[in-house]
C-alpha cells in the first residue's frame, strides 16, 4: 500500500481496490450561530452537570440518590393516600398530608441537593481554570452564569414538582372517582407548580451565590447544609423564647421556611413546619417582599461578580 | 496604523494602580507567526488579555480583526486562545469537551462534533479522544489545550507560553504544531514566550516588550541577519589551521564544534583556502555565520539589550 491506495483479493478471488484520501485540515465554512449558541451550549452543559450526564458513575450518585429520595417521599406519600381512601375513605385523606405540606416536610432534602449538586455548576469551572477558556468566546461572564442558573433552575423544577405529581396521581389512582377527585381538586396543579417554582429559585439562588465565592464545590456543600441545618433550629429556638416582634423577625431568618411561607400563601393553607413560626405575624406581604429580597439580592450580587470576574 | 494588520495595539496602555503594565505600546500583528517576547511582567499576558476583551485598557485601543476589542463579544467567535495555565476539566472526554467549547464558540451542534474530532486528530489524540482528560499526559493536555483554541477554525490563535512544562521531546512536538497550524491550516498566531529559541524557529516576526515598553518589531529575519563571521569546521588538524589562519592575519575563535573567522570581505574565503591546504585539515563544512536571537538579546545584569553587536 502507498499513498493510501491497496489492492486486496476477496473471499472469492476477486481482486478489490480502496484508496484512503487524506483531505487534510478544513477550514469551516459552516454556520456560527455567535452568542446565542454559546448560551444555549452553557445551559444544556450545566444541565449534563447536574445530573451527571456524560460523567462517571461517582458524578451521577449525588444527584440521583436525592432525586429518588424526594421522589420516594411523594411515593410513600400516595401509597399512604391510596390505603386511607380504601381503608377510611376519603375523610381518611383529609388527615394525611397534602400537596401544601409536601415542601414543609421535604424542604430539608431540597437544600441538601441544592447544596451538594448546584455548587458543581460554578466552582468546578473556576477550580479546573475553564472559566478561562469559555470569557475568551462570544459570551461574558453574565451570559455563562446566566446560563448555568437556567440550567440549576430547570433541573431543580423537575426536583421539586416531580414527587408532587407523583403525590397527585397517587391519589387521583387510589380514589374510587378520580375524575371527581380532579375535579374537586385541579387547583392544586398550578399551586404546584408555582410553590415549586418558588422553592426552585430560592435554593438554586442561594446555592448558586454561595458557590460563587469558592473554587471547592465541597466548602459550598458545608457552608450551605450548615447554613440551613443550623440555621432551623436556632431561629426555631430564640424565636419561641424571645417573644414580640424580635421573636418574630429572628423567625424571619429561619432560612428554610422562607419559601414554605410562599408555599402556605400559594395554597391558601399553612402547613405544618410554619404553623408555629412567629414570624407568621408579620403578615404575608411581608413574608413575600423578604422572600423576594432572599432571591433578588444574591441574584443581583451573583451578576455582579460574573459581570467583574476576569480570568 | 496598517490596514492590513489582523491585530492592532494604538498607544494601548494598562495601568493597576501605580504599576503600569503596558505605557502606550503601538504595534500591528499580521497573516503569520509573530512571535510576542519578553520577560515576566514585561506585559505579554496583559496584552493578549486586552486583545481577547478580558481587561479594558487604560487608555490606547485594540483592533481585533477590525472591531474594538473593549465592545464586541462576537469577535471573540474568531478568535482562539490557549492559556499557559492549567484550564481543562479532568471527568470529561476531549471529545466531548471540544464539542461543547466548539458549540460555545458558535457552531451548530451537529458541526461541532466533527469539528471536535477532525481536530483532535490534527493534533494526534484522535485514538484517545474517548478518554477522560484528567488521565493524560502533560504533553497530551497540551495538545488538548491547542486543539480547543483551534476547533471553531479562528482566524488568529493566541498562544500563551505553548512550550511550558513539557520536556524537551514534547516541546518540539508543540513547536511542530505551531508551525503546521500556520503553514498547513493558514491560521495566523500570536505565540508569547519567554524563551528566544522557540519564537527564533517557530516565528515569522517578533515583538519584544519590555517593562511595558515597546523594545523591538521586526521580521525575524532582520535580527539574525549574517554576521561579518565566518564559520568553518574541519574533521582533523584544527590547532594547524589555527596558526596558518593567524599568520595570515586572521583573528580567530574557537568554539565548541568550529572555528569562528572575523573576515570584512570575500577575501576571507580565499584566505581560509589556502591556509586549509597548508594545514593539511579536511573541511567539514564552511559557511556565513547568522546571528541567534540570544545573542542580541543578551541579558546585561537586570537589563534586556536589544539590538547589541557581537
Redesign the interface.
Known amino acids: 500500500m502507498s499513498d493510501g491506495h491497496a489492492t486486496t483479493l476477496d473471499e472469492a478471488g476477486r481482486t478489490t481496490e480502496g484508496t484512503v484520501f487524506d483531505i487534510?485540515?478544513?477550514?469551516?465554512s459552516?454556520?456560527?450561530?455567535?452568542?446565542h449558541?454559546?448560551r444555549?451550549?452553557?445551559f444544556k452543559?450545566g444541565i449534563r452537570i447536574a445530573l451527571g450526564i456524560?460523567?462517571?458513575g461517582r458524578?451521577k450518585i449525588l444527584p440521583w440518590t436525592f432525586i429518588g429520595l424526594l421522589v420516594g417521599i411523594g411515593f410513600i406519600l400516595a401509597l399512604v393516600a391510596g390505603a386511607a381512601l380504601r381503608i377510611a375513605g376519603p375523610e381518611g385523606l383529609e388527615q394525611l398530608p397534602t400537596h401544601s405540606d409536601f415542601y414543609g416536610i421535604a424542604s430539608i432534602f431540597f437544600f441538601v441537593f441544592a447544596a451538594v449538586v448546584a455548587p458543581d455548576l460554578l466552582c468546578?469551572?473556576r477550580r479546573?481554570?475553564?472559566i478561562?477558556?469559555?470569557?475568551?468566546?462570544?459570551?461574558?461572564g453574565v451570559d455563562y452564569v446566566v446560563a448555568r442558573w437556567s440550567a440549576f433552575m430547570v433541573v431543580a423544577l423537575g426536583v421539586a414538582w416531580a414527587p408532587q405529581f407523583v403525590l397527585l396521581v397517587g391519589r387521583l389512582m387510589g380514589h374510587p372517582d378520580p375524575g371527581g377527585y380532579f375535579s374537586e381538586n385541579w387547583t392544586d396543579v398550578p399551586h404546584i407548580l408555582l410553590s415549586g417554582a418558588a422553592l426552585a429559585a430560592y435554593m438554586t439562588t442561594l446555592a448558586m451565590l454561595v458557590a460563587a465565592f469558592t473554587k471547592r464545590r465541597a466548602y459550598a456543600a458545608v457552608f450551605l447544609v450548615g447554613l440551613f441545618v443550623i440555621s432551623t433550629p436556632f431561629t426555631a429556638g430564640l424565636s419561641t423564647e424571645i417573644e414580640g416582634p424580635v421573636g418574630q423577625w429572628i423567625s424571619m431568618f429561619n432560612l428554610s421556611n422562607i419559601p414554605v411561607h410562599v408555599n402556605d400563601m400559594i395554597f391558601g393553607e399553612v402547613s405544618g413546619v410554619t404553623s408555629e413560626a412567629p414570624a407568621r405575624e408579620l403578615g404575608n406581604t411581608l413574608l413575600l417582599v423578604w422572600y423576594s429580597a432572599w432571591v433578588l439580592i444574591p441574584g443581583a450580587i451573583l451578576v455582579e461578580r460574573y459581570r467583574r470576574l476576569?480570568? | 496604523m496598517t490596514p492590513d494588520a489582523l491585530i492592532q495595539a494604538v498607544e494601548l496602555e494598562k495601568r493597576y494602580g501605580s504599576v503600569v503594565a503596558l505605557n502606550g505600546v503601538s504595534f500591528g500583528i499580521h497573516d503569520g507567526i509573530t512571535g510576542i517576547l519578553g520577560e515576566n511582567g514585561a506585559g505579554k499576558s496583559t496584552a493578549i488579555?486586552i486583545f481577547?476583551?478580558?481587561?479594558q485598557p487604560t487608555s490606547g485601543r485594540a483592533i481585533v480583526l477590525g472591531e474594538d476589542a473593549s465592545r464586541s463579544?462576537?469577535?471573540?467567535?474568531k478568535?482562539g486562545?490557549m492559556?499557559e495555565?492549567?484550564?481543562?476539566?479532568?471527568?470529561?472526554s476531549a471529545a466531548?469537551f471540544l464539542t461543547?467549547?466548539a458549540?460555545?464558540?458558535?457552531?451548530?451542534p451537529e458541526?461541532a462534533r466533527t469539528?471536535a474530532a477532525?481536530t483532535l486528530r490534527?493534533v494526534g489524540l484522535f485514538e484517545e479522544r474517548y478518554r477522560?482528560i484528567g488521565g493524560y499526559s502533560t504533553g497530551m493536555k497540551q495538545r488538548v489545550k491547542l486543539a480547543?483554541a483551534l476547533v471553531?477554525?479562528p482566524r488568529i490563535v493566541l498562544l500563551d507560553e505553548p512550550t511550558a512544562g513539557l520536556d524537551p521531546a514534547g516541546r518540539e512536538e508543540m513547536l511542530d504544531l505551531v508551525r503546521k497550524t500556520h503553514r498547513?491550516?493558514?491560521i495566523s498566531i500570536l505565540f508569547s514566550s519567554h524563551l528566544m529559541s522557540d519564537v527564533e524557529r517557530t516565528c515569522d516576526r517578533i515583538i519584544v516588550l519590555q517593562g511595558g515598553l515597546l523594545v523591538q518589531a521586526g521580521e525575524v529575519t532582520d535580527f539574525t541577519t549574517e554576521t561579518e563571521t565566518v564559520f568553518v569546521e574541519v574533521d582533523d588538524r584544527a590547532d594547524a589551521l589555527i596558526a596558518e589562519l593567524e599568520a595570515r592575519g586572521i583573528t580567530v575563535v574557537a568554539e565548541a564544534g568550529g572555528l569562528n573567522l572575523h573576515g570584512t570581505d570575500d577575501s576571507i574565503y580565499d584566505e581560509v583556502r589556502d591556509a586549509l591546504v597548508a594545514a593539511g585539515a579536511p573541511l567539514r563544512r564552511m559557511a556565513p555565520r547568522r546571528r541567534a536571537l540570544t545573542e542580541l538579546f543578551a541579558r546585561d545584569g537586570e537589563t534586556l539589550v536589544v539590538g547589541g553587536d557581537e
Do not use: I
Open positions: 487534510g485540515y478544513q477550514r469551516y459552516g454556520p456560527r450561530e455567535g452568542r449558541r454559546a444555549v451550549a452553557v452543559d456524560g460523567r462517571g458524578a468546578s469551572d479546573h481554570g475553564v478561562n477558556l469559555y470569557l475568551v468566546r462570544p459570551l461574558t476576569t480570568p | 488579555k481577547l476583551g478580558l481587561l463579544v462576537e469577535v471573540r467567535a478568535l486562545y492559556p495555565h492549567d484550564c481543562l476539566p479532568t471527568r470529561v466531548e461543547h467549547l458549540e460555545v464558540s458558535g457552531l451548530p458541526r469539528r477532525d490534527h477522560a480547543q471553531h477554525d498547513e491550516f493558514g
